[in-house]
């Protein structure tokens, strides 16, 4: 699948802020309320990063984001945030097993 690169809108050195919106087919796809989180294997990060998904938010309205400062840091690490108004980057979130996901930059 294909995510879109998030920011709450406040710029931050430390990651905080940042995770990655999940369309809604998507999310309707590939999770699973059941699960209460998510593991990410982001590209040539050095840990799994676990998100909470089990909060209403991600699975009514329009805030699909998957967030966590781990996600911040990797994006800033490998130098796709910040980003131009209006111009995230694009990801690959590919499902590897149960509730694990490999992401990486287009």
Not at 25 to 36: C, L, S, V
Not at 54 to 67: A, M, P, V
């Amino acid at each position: 699948m294909i995510v879109t690169s998030w920011n709450n809108g406040k710029l931050s050195d430390s990651g905080a802020g940042y995770g990655l919106k999940i369309d809604e087919n998507d999310r309707d796809q590939y999770f699973k309320k059941e699960w209460d989180n998510v593991e990410l294997q982001l590209i040539n990060y050095p840990h799994i990063v676990e998100v909470n998904i089990n909060k209403q938010s991600f699975w009514s309205g329009n805030c699909r984001e998957l967030i966590n400062k781990d996600i911040g840091i990797w994006l800033i690490e490998n130098g796709l945030a910040p980003w131009k108004k209006g111009q995230p980057p694009k990801l690959t979130m590919e499902p590897i097993s149960k509730n694990r996901f490999l992401v990486k930059p287009i």
